[in-house]
């Protein structure tokens, strides 16, 4: 089994602010695209980014000021192609068995993140941190989402 | 480089005696939503024409978009007034359909539906 890990992840620190999430998205669509993932999936992926720093935002900070850490690896194995996604803050713990997805047959405005979450990437993990503050793991498999030509040359 | 250019959206209202059409410009997120928000409360006051919120200029929207716009719709099925939503595009379209709402919303291709 050969695997290989891109030399160039992504890796941010931002102010966990409303106003970051046109910058979160910007970084995560350039880096997707580097990596040669196709347009329509790398939206779903900056879609589900914006929605896990958006809660971070509104439950882990409440609005007060803090910082959030955003971390991209590729990792290509045996002709397989995963984006490992990993979103740290250092606010309130939630409890985790409070995050998960609402009933969608009720139309009410609001608590649809979880679900986009969910729906756009393959595994999903959060875990509190001992010292404080919570880790969310995503990972995504894009091998068929990935266009050949990129996929040609991130392997060289 | 998008720092130092922040995330900012328009809203214009055109509002004739048969139809009020909604027109925001831009991304909406949790940093523009409130301004929306606060823009359709405003132009929905009052009124019972039929409501068209035309997203052919908003390039993207997440859920706190999409949030706001349940409420709208609220609202207008509360003065039994009609909401449709046109000229998504395809980003915009696939929240609805991800979250299941894109049979909640009427949403059209033009001002015709």
């Not at chain 1, 602010?17 to 669509?29: F, G």
């Not at chain 1, 969310?136 to 392997?155: G, R």
């Not at chain 2, 005696?17 to 132009?43: K, N």
Request: aromatic letters at 2%.
């Amino acid at each position: 089994m050969t695997a290989t890990q891109t030399q160039a992840g992504l890796a941010l620190e931002l102010d966990a602010a409303p106003a970051m999430l046109y910058i979160i998205r910007d970084r995560v669509s350039t880096w997707c695209r580097l990596e040669g993932v196709e347009t329509t999936h790398t939206d779903r992926i900056c879609l589900a980014i914006d929605e896990a720093a958006a809660n971070i935002i509104r439950h882990a900070y409440s609005g007060a000021p803090g910082s959030l850490r955003l971390t991209g690896v590729s990792l290509k194995a045996d002709d397989r192609h995963q984006l490992i996604l990993t979103l740290e803050d250092d606010g309130k713990q939630v409890p985790l068995d409070t995050i998960r997805p609402r009933d969608l047959a009720c139309v009410r405005p609001g608590g649809l993140g979880v679900h986009l979450i969910r729906e756009v990437m393959d595994e999903v993990c959060w875990t509190h941190r001992p010292a404080g503050g919570t880790t969310l793991k995503m990972i995504v498999d894009v091998t068929s989402l990935t266009t050949p030509d990129t996929k040609e040359s991130t392997h060289a | 480089m998008r720092e130092g250019h922040p995330n900012t959206l328009e809203v214009h209202v055109d509002a004739t005696d048969d139809r009020l059409v909604i027109r925001p410009v831009g991304e909406i997120d949790l940093s523009t939503s409130p301004s929306l928000r606060a823009s359709l409360q405003t132009a929905l006051a009052g009124g019972t024409c039929p409501v068209f919120i035309n997203l052919a200029a908003v390039p993207y929207m997440d859920s706190s978009g999409v949030a706001t716009l349940v409420e709208a719709l609220q609202i207008c099925r509360r003065a039994k007034r009609d909401l449709s939503l046109v000229q998504l595009t395809d980003r915009v379209l696939s929240i609805f359909t991800i979250s299941k709402l894109d049979t909640v919303f009427t949403i059209c291709d033009d001002m015709n539906c």
